[in-house]
Structure formats: structure tokens, C-alpha cells
């Protein structure tokens, strides 16, 4: 997927005339700075790159500082194009704003700057496309790395990719399990927490959207109750801060809360959430036991299971916009339902060919979908699943 969106937004900036600012965003430690860094590299166009890390959000003259240099760039340039590239955007108070004015300013004059602009929040970053930038730009969403690409760049199998994830700088070191968990927490955990939401969202109880998604990661690909969530959680308030923090946490692209597919939209949003991960890396990075412990659990590593297909999902759903959700009633139960296209798709996860799959018949016979999916014995193999694209489910 990656190649791919490398290759669209190299399209894009080398043969097209200026039209829209190219806007890529997605969770930490994806590659979205390295992919924009590549394109750069074999770029026939002078470039100017700054990221706002390490800028005081206040400092608010960073952007159009960097704008100006890229424009001296762009007028000594024999091709008399230059491309501007701005990492990190939304740590500048105020950026959409910014952008927008010395966007007008250089439209309507025949400046050849293409803009491409890097951010990790998904919420912060559209919540400043739409209230600023409508009509100036294009988005481009940068998920996890999935199964083929971990397995193409690092050779990673199956099952190591079930337990450690899509985190290709975090994989270099996965052979030091310790090492690697440690990495995890404070690299990816614990930055994406404190940077991503903490200093850019008002959280009034830091401590317990913490809490949160160590309880969601635990219960990653289970069902719980937001109410009974209260009683295990510090200070927890009620479910409406709860269900706030969950959706700040699926913005971050750490842990989202599937709803319950259900015609009727009122019975979704109040519906219990299903816990998912978005990178299995996340879940294992929390879990006391290794790798090897939980492979040799058959209990365990079928939830293990169940879940890097539910984070594969999520992901490739975030990608093409599509929608996920769990379905249950009684003890009839659809691990996922995937709708898109106008189509619905039933699909459920066995790792044990003695398990019931009488929740695929139900769920059958109350909606009529497109199609039910089997995944494990008897059905699709995990790793050919984790190999798919979700779109050649709902074509």
C-alpha cells in the first residue's frame, strides 16, 4: 500500500499543475515522513523540508518563515516549480488558518510551490481541512503497515506479525523481546498519548484515558459495557467522557470501539463497543507473557487471532472509507461486519475446527448479506486473509 501511495502523490506532484494542497496523514512511526522523503530525493524540483516538532505551537510566524524560503527556492528554480513540504503541521496553533492565507496569497499570482503538508492527528488535521482549507486540498490517509508489507521488507511471518504488529522501525529489534516492549511503550505508546492528544486536545483526566487503553488493548477484540468499564477505571466519570477519550484514542491510531451493526443508526451509537487495536504491536507491547507463551496457549492466541484481523480491517476500512462494526445477539455472534459499496459482509474468525459458527446463519437469515466469510479452518487461511485488500471483499 505504501508503494502505491508513494506513486500516487509522486503523480501528483510531478505532473500536474498546482491545484490542491496534498495533505498526508496517519498514525506514528507509519513512514509517512520517509515515503514523502523519497519522493523529494528523485524529485526534479528544488524542495524545501521543516518539521514543527520541536516548534513552540505558538510560534506562529513558523509557517510563513518556511513559506518565504520555499519561495526563494521557487524563484531561482529553472523548472520554476518548488516543492514545500511541512511535517508535523498540526502542533502550529492556528495552522489552517496560516496555510490558508499564504495558499490565496501565492494563487493568484503564477508561483509554482506545491505543498505537501505531514500530521499524525486524524481529528486535529480534519477538523482544520474542513473549517479552513475546503476546496484546497487533497487527503491522503497512511494506515499501518500491513502483513505483505512486513513481510516484504523484513521477512516477517505470520505469526510474528500476529503478536508484534506493523511497526517496521520497531520489527529491527523484535528478536529482544524485552527490548522491543520497551521501545514500544515509551517510543510509540506513550509519544502518540502525550503528544498526539495530550498537548493538542483538552483532556481533563490524563491518567484515565492512560487506563483506557491499556483496559482496551487487554480486551482488545472483545465486547465490554462502557458503564461497567466505569467500575474497573479510576476516576472514571461517566460514559459520555469514556466514549470521548475512545474516540481521541481511535483518532491517534491506537484503539477504536467498533459499534454494533443494526439498521437502525440510534441503536449503533448506543451500542456496547467492541475493543480493537489498530497495530497488534500495541496489544502485545502491554501483555506480561512473550510471544512464545501466548503461541503455546490456544485459548489465548485465538483472541491473538481474532484480533490482527480485526486491526487489518480497521485499517484498510480507515483507508478506503468504508465501515466496521461487530454483530451479536444472544449467543449468536459475527466477529466483524464490513459494509461498503452498498454491500454488507459477514465475517467470522475460528481458530479450532470444533468451534460453533452457528452465529453465521442467523446473522444470515436476519439481513441477507452479500456474503459470509469464514476465516481459519474450513475457510480462509489467516495468512491469505491478512493478504487480501478489503475492496476485492465489496467489488
Not at 474516540?247 to 437502525?264: M, R, T, Y
Amino acid at each position: 500500500m505504501k508503494r502505491k501511495l508513494l506513486e500516487i502523490l509522486r503523480q501528483r506532484i510531478e505532473n500536474e499543475p498546482r491545484r490542491f494542497i496534498n495533505v498526508l496523514y496517519g498514525p506514528r512511526q507509519v513512514g509517512k515522513t520517509t515515503m514523502v522523503k523519497q519522493l523529494l530525493e528523485g524529485s526534479k524540483f528544488p524542495s524545501h523540508y521543516a518539521t514543527a516538532d520541536a516548534v513552540t505551537p505558538v510560534q506562529s510566524g513558523w509557517i510563513s518563515q518556511q513559506w518565504d524560503i520555499a519561495r526563494l527556492k521557487n524563484q531561482s528554480s529553472y523548472t520554476g516549480e518548488c516543492i514545500l513540504v511541512l511535517d508535523e503541521i498540526q502542533k502550529i496553533h492556528n495552522w489552517s488558518e496560516q496555510v490558508k492565507f499564504e495558499w490565496d496569497k501565492d494563487s493568484s499570482g503564477t508561483n509554482g510551490l506545491k505543498i505537501i503538508l505531514l500530521g499524525s492527528s486524524r481529528l486535529l488535521l480534519q477538523q482544520g481541512l474542513t473549517e479552513s482549507l475546503t476546496g484546497r486540498f487533497e487527503a491522503m490517509y497512511v494506515p499501518h503497515w500491513n502483513y505483505s508489507e512486513m513481510k516484504e521488507l523484513d521477512g516477517m511471518t505470520v505469526d510474528e506479525f500476529i503478536w508484534f504488529g506493523g511497526y517496521p522501525g520497531a520489527a529491527a529489534i523484535r528478536q529482544d523481546e524485552v527490548r522491543w516492549k520497551a521501545y514500544m511503550q515509551t517510543s510509540i505508546i506513550e509519544s502518540s498519548i502525550s503528544r498526539d492528544i495530550l498537548m493538542l486536545t483538552r483532556v481533563d483526566k490524563p491518567a484515565l484515558i492512560r487506563q483506557l487503553f491499556d483496559l482496551g488493548c487487554a480486551y482488545s477484540g472483545q465486547i465490554l459495557s462502557l458503564n461497567k468499564i466505569i467500575g474497573q477505571l479510576h476516576d472514571a466519570g461517566n460514559t459520555t467522557t469514556l466514549s470521548h477519550y475512545l474516540n481521541l484514542l481511535d483518532q491517534a491510531g491506537l484503539l477504536s470501539g467498533l459499534g454494533k451493526f443494526s439498521p437502525n443508526i440510534i441503536r449503533q451509537r448506543s451500542s456496547s463497543p467492541k475493543f480493537q487495536v489498530q497495530n497488534m504491536g500495541l496489544k502485545s507491547a502491554l501483555e506480561p507473557f512473550t510471544f512464545n507463551e501466548v503461541k503455546q496457549d490456544t485459548a489465548k492466541w485465538g483472541r491473538w487471532v481474532e484480533s490482527a484481523i480485526g486491526a487489518h480491517l480497521i485499517n484498510e476500512c480507515i483507508a478506503s472509507g468504508y465501515r466496521l462494526f461487530y454483530w451479536r445477539n444472544r449467543n449468536d455472534e459475527i466477529d466483524f461486519v464490513l459494509e461498503g459499496n452498498n454491500k454488507v459482509i459477514g465475517i467470522e474468525v475460528k481458530t479450532s475446527s470444533t468451534s460453533s459458527t452457528s452465529g453465521m446463519g442467523e446473522f444470515k437469515n436476519q439481513f441477507n448479506p452479500d456474503k459470509v466469510i469464514l476465516i481459519g479452518p474450513s475457510g480462509i487461511e489467516v495468512e491469505e486473509f491478512l493478504e487480501m485488500e478489503v475492496k476485492s471483499l465489496v467489488s
